[in-house]
């Protein structure tokens, strides 16, 4: 649950290190890492994990799928659409509605358990995700035409009262979509038995998905830097001057909307074959949308790979606050002691690192010497709890490797200004634990919940964060030049 | 020279209050005949749905004038509006453990949440000046996932109910009744912050320069009003009106981490119908929007007969109403009621298109030059 | 004036707010002329301009060009059919290069329309290639072709003028009209670039500019039209409305 590493990114070095993406991308990991931590804590299978895993990926490619789709529509175009949710929404429940067998009601004595759904047509899947990609597209360009011309506030606003319009549709209108049950059972594309089917399930997906994928980051690279994507990027930089250019600009923007949409259709058919139901609560909210809009802005507007790797990142953390939620917690409140014990370690160790740093540092002129001598110093510190058999072995290790990270930061405090931010985050993350361990002894369910709603915060930060500090995102991206 | 005018005539309203007034009075007759068309089709219980519909729409109202100050002020849309007011809602709750009246901590509430609005400005928004229109709405957005799932982690997902015994409908006639807390209550205080509002914007200096700002920024710089000054005063007359609604609607269901943000829309529809940075026009849209979805019931159900639609749910879709009026404001009128068309609108080609088409009169150039030698030019 | 006009205005009416920019103004300009429209600030020149090349709708009157009726169409039905407009300010997209900004101004790159992109790949490829090469040449002619590759943000402000004239000659235009195309460029550039519409004129291609210096105006223009205060005041060649009294007056007292 600790990371030493900031989470604001710092300044770009033009040509060096990159910094930026080091950082992001060892965030993924460390989002995958604690995510099986936690599994093992819990004690699930290798295959488990791997299930659990895969299941990370593919959602997380669903929500790239999306923010591509966003990039297209505001990245590219400058479309601000506040009712992604909306479209994603309608590619959903139409591949559900085509693929899906006969569901007719269910009805015990009087009572209407499930209100059946339109449906049994049960078509091929290909055919399932290209009529939901048809139908977002068709809409989001019925919903262009009168709303392109919009200021993008207002454009933001119309967008979400579609989609919010949309979920109260699909919760009200229970002979179609099944009503706020949903719909319940969507066939996966091929159908495995026996014990290994969900591993199995989770390997096609995430085949199929990766295929999706990197199809699409092809075909959106090839049609961005094209004489259309040309336009589209001047559209956004000067509608008026494009205009006077001779272009249509009008039809670009439906273009690219229309487009946006069909994508978010895309991931909405394969979010309905991944989880293999659907219903139009919690899958479907706003805050969905402000989710992608995240992803977007952490990556970069108009930055493809950002979009993508962004998406990984704001649903590792979701997947991750799950993992931790459901997993770990139970094995954190029995672990509480251990728990506890690790950061008392964690304390004394950074107090001794900072003091290791200091005194070695003037000491010892030899940098490399120096630095031998403060691993030794903190090694013998890390053992030492499993010498004494108060914490396990690989803990302790973790504990070394945690450590040592935090002396060479420590060390570069004086010049860096990263450096002092990083260890305002350490710290600020070692008192978050805390209030952890000591709240989980206190109401031990809370704890487990709340992380849940400190990540919705923690995006709700980054958003602000990022719009007031870097509005062009976290990850940079390469310029092309027409010669 | 001109003939001086008598002393009466300059206080005749100007023009352009007169077409204001005008169109107000379409609005007021429309709602009327509306009215009187379904009590006349289904009886007095539409009386009671018009009274609920005044209920909500004083909350709406509330609510959306302190929107649409801030809107106009500052100029951008504020996505948190919804999650203030669930703050408020919280904040007077919280108050009341503390052993103190609900009303008082209503007071204390509008006096906090003041504040909290001049902190927003001052940490987060007016780092955002100049930046456009996107860019603070997605802040906005960010501070309202910070406050909504900061009451979620603090308080959890249940809903919450205030410490005060709700009682029995109060009875007028037969047939229609309304409740005292949720309805009385509810009406006098959107009466009496409408009335505050209406002082405060015509009769005091700051609420003068905050028309002015509104209107026009740079002008109300250039005449030396300090508009930092008006932003701040915005932003608490603001986050103030959006606590006093937000403890109403917790008075008037429960309170529960989203119980703002769902009303976030309706609230928008207000602004947007009744058009932005206007007060008045918040109140107008207001009464609109709330009226509209609770007067729509009656036909919804009427709908939901298998004879005419075979509509599933049809009361549910109520909440549905408003946002297809304000879709359809957006489309074809989207500086709302009380607002201006501005002078450089976008021109909608695609409209145009169609409007072309249908008024065609063919003109040939040989005519126009035989016009022109003509000397009608 | 035995041949019809290239363009006609017809009481042309725009008001803005309260403000009549344009008031039931009528003119015309004759093909294969140079044609100048002069006038005191505020006459309504820019917008009269602006309401010829479609980005403002008339409120009233009639718009001709080359026998087609043009008012209310949308600005990129108007370059389709041949007429093409600078901006007083330059519009020139930042973020792209000279030669990319000119390179946009093609008609009928069919590298622009999303299905040529998959179905036709090759036609794309050449089509780009083909107006690139075009580009080079009419940059060649404005003097800025050492300057393709910059960014336009690098420009200076006279740069950025000629790059609105090569903008605008990347379409293949019958008119053109010009909004101060030489306000802010030095007087040698100036020379060539009259030098340069007046060969463009010789090729057939006809020019309406707007400018204030008033040495371009009566050196280099067939005919002046004068306007003043949205409607056309006085035209003629350039010697017979410099002596006009009413011009003379709207400029001293307008």
Redesign the interface.
């Given at each position: 649950m600790t990371a030493a590493a900031p989470k604001k990114g710092p300044a770009v070095e033009p040509g060096g290190f990159p910094l930026n993406e080091f950082i992001v991308f060892s965030l993924i990991g460390g989002i995958v890492v604690i995510g099986i931590i936690s599994a093992v804590i819990a004690g699930a299978t290798p295959k488990g994990i791997l299930t659990n895993l895969g299941f990370y990926v593919s959602v997380a490619i669903i929500f790239s799928v999306l923010a591509l789709g966003f990039n297209l529509q505001w990245g590219y175009t400058g479309l601000?659409n506040a009712g992604i949710a909306g479209f994603y929404l309608i590619g959903a429940y139409v591949a559900a509605i085509a693929i899906t067998s006969p569901a007719p009601p269910i009805v015990v004595g009087d009572v209407v358990v499930y209100p059946g759904h339109l449906g049994g047509f049960s078509l091929p899947l290909v055919v399932g995700v290209l009529l939901a990609m048809v139908a977002a597209g068709g809409a989001a360009a019925v919903v262009a035409?009168?709303?392109l011309?919009?200021?993008?506030?207002?454009l933001?606003?119309?967008t979400?009262?579609?989609a919010?319009?949309l979920q109260?549709?699909t919760?009200?209108?229970?002979?179609i979509t099944g009503g706020a049950i949903g719909i319940t059972s969507v066939p996966p594309p091929i159908l495995f038995q026996g014990t290994d089917a969900s591993f199995l399930n989770a390997i096609t997906m995430v085949g199929i998905g990766g295929f999706v994928l990197f199809a699409l980051l092809v075909i959106l690279q090839?049609?961005s830097e094209?004489?259309?994507g040309?336009?589209l990027?001047?559209v956004r930089?000067?509608e008026?001057?494009?205009?006077?250019?001779?272009?249509?600009?009008?039809s670009y923007k439906l273009?690219a909307f229309a487009l946006g949409g069909a994508l978010m259709g895309l991931a909405g058919a394969l979010y309905a074959v991944t989880l293999g139901y659907l219903s139009p609560e919690s899958s479907f909210a706003?805050?969905v949308t402000?989710s992608v809009?995240v992803m977007v802005?952490v990556g970069g507007s108009g930055n493809n790979r950002g979009a993508f790797v962004g998406a990984f990142l704001i649903y590792g953390m979701e997947w991750l606050s799950v993992q931790v939620r459901d997993q770990a917690a139970s094995g954190l409140a029995a672990n509480y002691l251990l728990m506890s014990v690790l950061f008392i370690a964690l304390g004394v160790g950074a107090l001794l690192a900072v003091l290791a740093v200091q005194f070695v540092g003037r000491r010892v002129l030899d940098r490399r010497r120096a630095w031998l001598l403060i691993a030794a110093i903190l090694g013998a510190f890390g053992a030492a709890p499993a010498a004494l058999g108060a914490l396990p072995i690989g803990w302790c290790f973790a504990l070394f490797v945690l450590l040592f990270g935090f002396a060479f930061v420590v060390d570069r405090a004086k010049k860096s200004r990263r450096a002092r931010a990083g260890i305002y985050a350490a710290a600020t993350l070692y008192g978050v634990g805390w209030a952890f361990i000591l709240l989980q002894q206190l109401a031990p369910n809370a704890v487990a919940?709340?992380f849940f709603?400190?990540r919705?915060?923690i995006?709700?930060?980054?958003?602000?964060l990022l719009?007031?500090f870097r509005?062009e995102g976290i990850l940079r991206e390469k310029k092309r030049?027409?010669? | 020279m001109a003939r001086p005018r008598s002393r009466l005539s300059a206080l005749r309203p100007t023009a352009r209050f007169r077409a204001q007034l005008a169109r107000a009075g379409v609005v007021v007759l429309v709602v009327v005949g509306i009215f009187g068309t379904l009590t006349l089709a289904f009886g007095i219980s539409v009386l009671q749905y018009a009274l609920g519909g005044m209920v909500i729409s004083s909350i709406v109202i509330v609510a959306a004038i302190g929107l649409t100050v801030l809107y106009g002020i500052r100029g951008f849309a504020n996505f948190a509006y919804g999650d203030i007011a669930t703050l408020g809602g919280y904040v007077a709750l919280v108050l009341t453990f503390g052993g103190i009246s609900l009303v008082l901590g209503a007071i204390i509430t509008f006096l906090l949440l003041a504040a909290f609005g001049v902190f927003l400005e001052f940490a987060v928004f007016s780092r955002l000046e100049g930046r456009g229109v996107v860019a603070p709405l997605v802040a906005s957005v960010g501070v309202g996932l910070i406050i909504q799932n900061g009451i979620r982690a603090v308080a959890g997902t249940q809903k919450w109910l205030y410490p005060v015994t709700l009682g029995q409908d109060f009875v007028i006639v037969p047939g229609l009744g309304i409740h005292p807390i949720r309805g009385i209550l509810t009406l006098s205080v959107g009466v009496i912050l409408v009335v505050a509002a209406h002082v405060l914007l015509k009769y005091t200096n700051l609420g003068k320069a905050m028309r002015a700002t509104a209107d026009n920024l740079e002008l109300a710089k250039a005449t030396g009003i300090d508009t930092r000054r008006v932003t701040y005063a915005a932003w608490a007359v603001s986050c103030s009106f959006a606590s006093i609604a937000g403890v109403l609607l917790g008075l008037g269901s429960a309170l529960s981490p989203t119980v703002g943000f769902e009303s976030l829309l309706l609230i928008f529809a207000a602004v947007i119908v009744g058009g932005i940075g206007s007060p008045y026009g918040a109140m107008l849209g207001g009464l609109l929007v709330g009226m509209s979805q609770e007067m729509s019931v009656p036909v919804l159900v009427w709908l939901e007969r298998p004879d005419v639609l075979g509509l599933q749910f049809g009361a549910n879709y109520k909440v549905a109403v408003p946002f297809i009026i304000l879709i359809l404001v957006l489309i074809f009128r989207p500086w709302g009621i009380a607002g201006r068309k501005p002078v450089f609108a976008p021109r909608a080609f695609f409209l145009e298109r169609i409007t072309r088409s249908l008024r065609e009169r063919p003109v040939s150039s040989e005519a126009v030059a035989a016009d022109r030698e003509a000397g009608k030019s | 004036m035995a041949t019809s006009p290239l363009l006609t205005v017809n009481a042309v009416e725009k008001a803005f707010g309260g403000i009549r920019a344009v008031d039931r103004c009528s003119l015309d300009v004759a093909p294969k002329s140079i044609t100048g429209l002069i006038g005191p600030n505020g006459a309504g020149k820019s917008t009269l301009f602006n309401i010829i090349a479609g980005l403002y709708r008339p409120d009233g009157g009639e718009i001709w060009f080359n026998g087609t009726q043009i008012d209310g169409l949308p600005p990129y039905d108007i370059v389709g059919l041949g007429l093409t407009k600078t901006w007083q300010i330059p519009h020139e997209l930042r973020n792209l290069t000279v030669l990319e900004n000119v390179v946009l101004a093609a008609k009928g790159n069919s590298g622009e329309h999303l299905l040529n992109l998959f179905f036709r790949p090759r036609a794309v490829k050449q089509d780009e290639k083909q107006w690139r090469l075009r580009a080079r040449e009419i940059l060649k002619l404005t003097q800025l072709d050492n300057l393709a590759n910059e960014h336009a943000r690098t420009l200076s402000g006279g740069q950025k003028k000629l790059l609105e004239l090569s903008r605008a000659l990347m379409s293949d235009p019958t008119l053109v009209l010009l909004d101060e195309p030489v306000a802010g460029v030095n007087p040698a550039l100036t020379g060539s670039l009259m030098d340069l519409i007046e060969r463009l004129r010789r090729e057939g291609r006809t020019f309406f500019l707007i400018e204030h210096d008033m040495n371009v105006v009566m050196n280099r223009c067939d005919r002046v039209i004068v306007m003043h205060q949205g409607r056309k005041l006085a035209e003629g060649p350039p010697a017979t409305v410099k002596t006009d009294p009413t011009v003379i007056e709207s400029y001293l007292g307008g």
């Amino acid at each position: 649950m600790t990371a030493a590493a900031p989470k604001k990114g710092p300044a770009v070095e033009p040509g060096g290190f990159p910094l930026n993406e080091f950082i992001v991308f060892s965030l993924i990991g460390g989002i995958v890492v604690i995510g099986i931590i936690s599994a093992v804590i819990a004690g699930a299978t290798p295959k488990g994990i791997l299930t659990n895993l895969g299941f990370y990926v593919s959602v997380a490619i669903i929500f790239s799928v999306l923010a591509l789709g966003f990039n297209l529509q505001w990245g590219y175009t400058g479309l601000f659409n506040a009712g992604i949710a909306g479209f994603y929404l309608i590619g959903a429940y139409v591949a559900a509605i085509a693929i899906t067998s006969p569901a007719p009601p269910i009805v015990v004595g009087d009572v209407v358990v499930y209100p059946g759904h339109l449906g049994g047509f049960s078509l091929p899947l290909v055919v399932g995700v290209l009529l939901a990609m048809v139908a977002a597209g068709g809409a989001a360009a019925v919903v262009a035409l009168p709303a392109l011309r919009l200021r993008a506030d207002y454009l933001a606003i119309a967008t979400l009262a579609l989609a919010v319009t949309l979920q109260i549709v699909t919760r009200n209108a229970q002979n179609i979509t099944g009503g706020a049950i949903g719909i319940t059972s969507v066939p996966p594309p091929i159908l495995f038995q026996g014990t290994d089917a969900s591993f199995l399930n989770a390997i096609t997906m995430v085949g199929i998905g990766g295929f999706v994928l990197f199809a699409l980051l092809v075909i959106l690279q090839f049609m961005s830097e094209s004489p259309w994507g040309r336009v589209l990027r001047d559209v956004r930089e000067d509608e008026e001057a494009t205009m006077a250019l001779g272009k249509n600009t009008f039809s670009y923007k439906l273009q690219a909307f229309a487009l946006g949409g069909a994508l978010m259709g895309l991931a909405g058919a394969l979010y309905a074959v991944t989880l293999g139901y659907l219903s139009p609560e919690s899958s479907f909210a706003p805050a969905v949308t402000f989710s992608v809009w995240v992803m977007v802005i952490v990556g970069g507007s108009g930055n493809n790979r950002g979009a993508f790797v962004g998406a990984f990142l704001i649903y590792g953390m979701e997947w991750l606050s799950v993992q931790v939620r459901d997993q770990a917690a139970s094995g954190l409140a029995a672990n509480y002691l251990l728990m506890s014990v690790l950061f008392i370690a964690l304390g004394v160790g950074a107090l001794l690192a900072v003091l290791a740093v200091q005194f070695v540092g003037r000491r010892v002129l030899d940098r490399r010497r120096a630095w031998l001598l403060i691993a030794a110093i903190l090694g013998a510190f890390g053992a030492a709890p499993a010498a004494l058999g108060a914490l396990p072995i690989g803990w302790c290790f973790a504990l070394f490797v945690l450590l040592f990270g935090f002396a060479f930061v420590v060390d570069r405090a004086k010049k860096s200004r990263r450096a002092r931010a990083g260890i305002y985050a350490a710290a600020t993350l070692y008192g978050v634990g805390w209030a952890f361990i000591l709240l989980q002894q206190l109401a031990p369910n809370a704890v487990a919940d709340s992380f849940f709603y400190i990540r919705l915060m923690i995006i709700g930060a980054l958003l602000i964060l990022l719009i007031i500090f870097r509005p062009e995102g976290i990850l940079r991206e390469k310029k092309r030049v027409l010669r | 020279m001109a003939r001086p005018r008598s002393r009466l005539s300059a206080l005749r309203p100007t023009a352009r209050f007169r077409a204001q007034l005008a169109r107000a009075g379409v609005v007021v007759l429309v709602v009327v005949g509306i009215f009187g068309t379904l009590t006349l089709a289904f009886g007095i219980s539409v009386l009671q749905y018009a009274l609920g519909g005044m209920v909500i729409s004083s909350i709406v109202i509330v609510a959306a004038i302190g929107l649409t100050v801030l809107y106009g002020i500052r100029g951008f849309a504020n996505f948190a509006y919804g999650d203030i007011a669930t703050l408020g809602g919280y904040v007077a709750l919280v108050l009341t453990f503390g052993g103190i009246s609900l009303v008082l901590g209503a007071i204390i509430t509008f006096l906090l949440l003041a504040a909290f609005g001049v902190f927003l400005e001052f940490a987060v928004f007016s780092r955002l000046e100049g930046r456009g229109v996107v860019a603070p709405l997605v802040a906005s957005v960010g501070v309202g996932l910070i406050i909504q799932n900061g009451i979620r982690a603090v308080a959890g997902t249940q809903k919450w109910l205030y410490p005060v015994t709700l009682g029995q409908d109060f009875v007028i006639v037969p047939g229609l009744g309304i409740h005292p807390i949720r309805g009385i209550l509810t009406l006098s205080v959107g009466v009496i912050l409408v009335v505050a509002a209406h002082v405060l914007l015509k009769y005091t200096n700051l609420g003068k320069a905050m028309r002015a700002t509104a209107d026009n920024l740079e002008l109300a710089k250039a005449t030396g009003i300090d508009t930092r000054r008006v932003t701040y005063a915005a932003w608490a007359v603001s986050c103030s009106f959006a606590s006093i609604a937000g403890v109403l609607l917790g008075l008037g269901s429960a309170l529960s981490p989203t119980v703002g943000f769902e009303s976030l829309l309706l609230i928008f529809a207000a602004v947007i119908v009744g058009g932005i940075g206007s007060p008045y026009g918040a109140m107008l849209g207001g009464l609109l929007v709330g009226m509209s979805q609770e007067m729509s019931v009656p036909v919804l159900v009427w709908l939901e007969r298998p004879d005419v639609l075979g509509l599933q749910f049809g009361a549910n879709y109520k909440v549905a109403v408003p946002f297809i009026i304000l879709i359809l404001v957006l489309i074809f009128r989207p500086w709302g009621i009380a607002g201006r068309k501005p002078v450089f609108a976008p021109r909608a080609f695609f409209l145009e298109r169609i409007t072309r088409s249908l008024r065609e009169r063919p003109v040939s150039s040989e005519a126009v030059a035989a016009d022109r030698e003509a000397g009608k030019s | 004036m035995a041949t019809s006009p290239l363009l006609t205005v017809n009481a042309v009416e725009k008001a803005f707010g309260g403000i009549r920019a344009v008031d039931r103004c009528s003119l015309d300009v004759a093909p294969k002329s140079i044609t100048g429209l002069i006038g005191p600030n505020g006459a309504g020149k820019s917008t009269l301009f602006n309401i010829i090349a479609g980005l403002y709708r008339p409120d009233g009157g009639e718009i001709w060009f080359n026998g087609t009726q043009i008012d209310g169409l949308p600005p990129y039905d108007i370059v389709g059919l041949g007429l093409t407009k600078t901006w007083q300010i330059p519009h020139e997209l930042r973020n792209l290069t000279v030669l990319e900004n000119v390179v946009l101004a093609a008609k009928g790159n069919s590298g622009e329309h999303l299905l040529n992109l998959f179905f036709r790949p090759r036609a794309v490829k050449q089509d780009e290639k083909q107006w690139r090469l075009r580009a080079r040449e009419i940059l060649k002619l404005t003097q800025l072709d050492n300057l393709a590759n910059e960014h336009a943000r690098t420009l200076s402000g006279g740069q950025k003028k000629l790059l609105e004239l090569s903008r605008a000659l990347m379409s293949d235009p019958t008119l053109v009209l010009l909004d101060e195309p030489v306000a802010g460029v030095n007087p040698a550039l100036t020379g060539s670039l009259m030098d340069l519409i007046e060969r463009l004129r010789r090729e057939g291609r006809t020019f309406f500019l707007i400018e204030h210096d008033m040495n371009v105006v009566m050196n280099r223009c067939d005919r002046v039209i004068v306007m003043h205060q949205g409607r056309k005041l006085a035209e003629g060649p350039p010697a017979t409305v410099k002596t006009d009294p009413t011009v003379i007056e709207s400029y001293l007292g307008g």
